[in-house]
């Protein structure tokens, strides 16, 4: 089974901290991305990541930094936290590019999601 | 661009069916999926569409009209535990999934 694990559920921080989000996949996937949930707005990228040191930004990049420096580890950092970041981020990994490949849907997986607030 | 549409919020009744709709607007399509979330918890893979017509996967369906910008997800024989989101996601060429924002259905005795 495909694990993506992040490092924490539940995560409070204050105005002003840099906050580290870690997210780890297990199979060996190429692709890793970082989302944001809120009600009302869905799912929205922030960074992507199609190889080690790649990184590229997504649809809301701004206030957000990444960190890939090896395959199955996919960071994500706020250099200093502020109350519209409290959020649920969910980190995903997919296989090779993200067409599909001989036959294969190379459908991105998720991990359960931090939820981070911002005091 | 893309924009990907769908319903808010539907109800329906354990047992029945239900259709969950999702037009979408982009160029370079290269898939539609479907992902299921259940409150509090991740999104989970539940079904994948590139060409048209329809997929069935036991009581789950999902159908595609690329001509169109349009798919559904169909859920026979509904039951409690299918109370959850379901995203739609389009993927374009070799770019990340758009999500739309999720329909939310609540399955009623």
């Known amino acids: 089974d495909v694990k993506v694990t992040q490092s924490s559920r539940y995560l409070v921080k204050r105005t002003g901290e840099k906050v580290f989000l870690e997210c780890v996949q297990d199979?060996?996937?190429?692709?890793m991305f970082w989302y944001r949930q809120d009600p009302g707005l869905g799912l929205r990228l922030i960074y992507f990541?199609?190889?080690?040191?790649?990184?590229e930004k997504g649809d809301i990049p701004e206030g957000y930094s990444v960190s890939r420096e090896k395959k199955e580890r996919f960071s994500l950092i706020l250099e200093s936290a502020s109350t519209n970041q409290t959020s649920m981020y969910l980190c995903?990994?997919?296989?090779?590019?993200?067409?599909?490949?001989?036959?294969?849907?190379?459908?991105?997986?998720f991990g359960p999601g931090t939820r981070l607030t911002v005091l | 661009g893309q924009n990907i549409d769908q319903p808010t919020e539907m109800t329906a009744t354990e047992g029945a069916i239900v259709q969950i709709n999702c037009t979408y607007q982009?160029?370079?399509?290269?898939?539609l999926f479907w992902y299921q979330q259940h409150a509090g918890e991740a999104p989970t893979f539940l079904s994948y569409?590139?060409?048209?017509g329809l997929e069935e996967k036991g009581r789950f369906s999902s159908f595609l009209s690329r001509s169109k910008g349009y798919s559904y997800l169909l859920l026979k024989e509904l039951q409690m535990k299918d109370s959850a989101s379901y995203l739609c996601?389009?993927?374009?060429?070799?770019?990340?999934?758009?999500f739309g924002k999720g329909t939310r259905l609540s399955v009623i005795a």
């Open positions: 199979m060996d996937h190429e692709n």
């Open positions: 996601a389009v993927r374009s060429g070799n770019t990340p999934l758009v």
């Open positions: 990541s199609y190889d080690v040191k790649m990184k």
């Open positions: 569409n590139v060409l048209d």
């Open positions: 995903a990994s997919s296989s090779l590019s993200p067409g599909t490949s001989g036959g294969r849907i190379n459908e991105q997986f």
């Open positions: 982009t160029s370079g399509f290269n898939g």
